[in-house]
């Protein structure tokens, strides 16, 4: 017969191990749905100039200048994204756009798994999940069909090595063939080696290490580094994303800086400084290292658009390991007890990522059922534009022209969205050009330009019909389809 305070005990228990239960049932639901729920119609202009670098890699093509593609191009493009653009355009022609589609779903789930590992390895389920959950809303601007996704990726478990690193000063040799990976697919890698460099810093700098232990930290930097320039690409990868982000900056959205009016961007930031404020609570000074990433983190959400979502992704682990220190206080645990060791993160792990791949195996017939036709790109007009003879300069607004160089590869646009392969004040002239400011005729004339795919509503499609009489072939998906007069 059991005693009164033993029922009583259970009774005070039960509602925390329900809570704890239902805490690790919801995230692999989540996991489990996410991916199916995300499928949409291929709509980033990115995925088809991918397509078209990694066709024209497999087929044995080499990027120099005189460029390939583009007559007027200025500098030799380097593809840093090479290894998933071939894999997708190798796949692409036996299953389609669902498959772009498919990518970018189940990129985003394993995305959310990785997060949601890493912050369990420092907080409790809930703590862990509304901790990833605000992460992703924080990165959702840059979660498209690109193999910037593939790059987050392979990102989380490098900043989640130097994290360990920091904390037990050992260095993860692992690191070396997982950059080299990295580095085949976008220039993120170059982020995460940076921040890499500076926890390493942190450990030197602190004092807590021998000179053993700092060499090989130095050493492990050292062999990343040279991992990325044996790369395919070679040595010049190590300065590609200082190059390319130099010469597009001032004209590329998620280049910019961004404001602290969007929401994402706030979201990164209250991460941050939500960590900051659970140290307050608990009266302790937030630890040097922490303090320095949540200064880099800061840095990462207000320098540009595109390392908004980095900054979220360092917050994850500053935000856990700050909550869970400060809940632990509260109840009277030990502050610096790690939750959900051993068996108990084992079993989560395979149920959290068993999860992951239902859902990622069920997004694939969504796929094939939701995202069979692309939006934002002129489809009907792809068999005017195949009949054009080889060499053909075009006009082509930069959201479009990626599509046009993989719908349509004989035709040679005088501008495309590859920005740093332009000048700056190539860029400025074909922004003049687009807009019908003065001057436009002259750079349609001065650059051979005899067929026109250009936006229906845009300036230069009056100005063209209107004042220089070009014929309209075509219409499709708000875009026009315009011949010189002869």
């Known amino acids: 017969m059991t005693s009164a305070p033993l029922r009583a005990r259970l009774r005070a228990r039960a509602p925390g191990a329900a809570a704890t239960r239902l805490s690790l049932l919801l995230p692999a639901l989540l996991l489990a749905t996410l991916p199916a729920l995300l499928v949409r119609p291929v709509s980033d202009p990115s995925p088809w100039l991918h397509l078209r670098v990694g066709a024209f890699l497999a087929d044995g093509g080499r990027f120099a200048l005189p460029d390939p593609w583009a007559p007027l191009a200025s500098h030799a493009y380097v593809p840093t994204q090479w290894l998933p653009s071939v894999v997708t355009a190798w796949l692409y022609p036996h299953l389609g ?39 992703v809303f924080a990165a959702w601007p840059s979660l498209t069909e690109r193999p910037q996704l593939a ?56 004092g807590g290490v021998g000179r053993r232990v700092a060499l090989r930290l130095v050493g492990l930097l050292a062999a990343c580094a040279a991992a990325a320039a044996l790369t395919p690409i070679g040595p010049r990868l190590l300065l590609t994303p200082f190059a390319v982000s130099g010469q597009g900056r001032q004209f590329v959205q998620e280049w910019m800086p961004s404001s602290v009016r969007s929401p994402h961007v706030l979201a990164a ?134 599509w046009l160089m993989y719908a349509a590869p004989q035709l040679r646009p005088v501008y495309d969205l590859r920005v740093e392969s332009y000048t700056a004040h190539q860029v400025e002239d074909f922004i003049g050009a687009m807009s019908a400011d003065p001057g436009w005729d002259a750079y349609v004339r001065d650059r051979g330009v005899t067929v026109a795919l250009v936006p229906s509503d845009s300036p230069v499609r009056a100005a063209l019909v209107e004042q220089d009489r070009w014929r309209e072939l075509a219409r499709d998906q708000g875009h026009v389809l315009l011949e010189a007069p002869r």
């Open 151 to 206: 790059g987050f990726v392979l990102l989380v478990p490098v900043l989640a090595a130097w994290w360990r690193t920091a904390q037990d000063h050992r260095a993860r040799w692992w690191l070396v063939p997982v950059t080299w990976l990295a580095a085949c697919v976008h220039g993120i890698w170059a982020t995460g080696a940076a921040i890499g460099g500076i926890v390493a810093l942190c450990v030197i700098v602190s």
């Open 97 to 135: 756009a669902p498959l772009v589609a498919w990518e970018r779903a189940a990129a985003i789930g394993v995305l959310a798994l990785a997060l949601l590992l890493w912050a369990h390895t420092l907080a409790r389920p809930w703590v862990a999940a509304a901790t990833t959950a605000v992460a």
């Open 269 to 402: 930031l209250a991460l941050l400084a939500g960590a900051w404020l659970c140290w307050v609570a608990l009266g302790r000074r937030m630890p040097g290292w922490h303090v320095v990433l949540v200064v880099v983190g800061c840095a990462l959400a207000l320098t540009m658009e595109r390392t908004v979502a980095v900054a979220a992704f360092v917050a994850v682990p500053l935000t856990a390991t700050a909550a869970e220190a400060a809940l632990r206080s509260r109840e009277g645990a030990p502050r610096d007890a790690l939750p959900r060791q051993g068996r108990v993160l084992s079993r989560t792990t395979a149920s959290w990522a068993a999860a992951t791949l239902v859902g990622v195996a069920v997004a694939a017939p969504v796929a094939a059922a939701r995202a069979n036709t692309p939006v934002r790109v002129p489809l009907g007009l792809t068999s005017r534009l195949t009949a054009l003879p080889a060499d053909t300069r075009v006009l082509v607004d930069g959201d479009t022209s990626g």
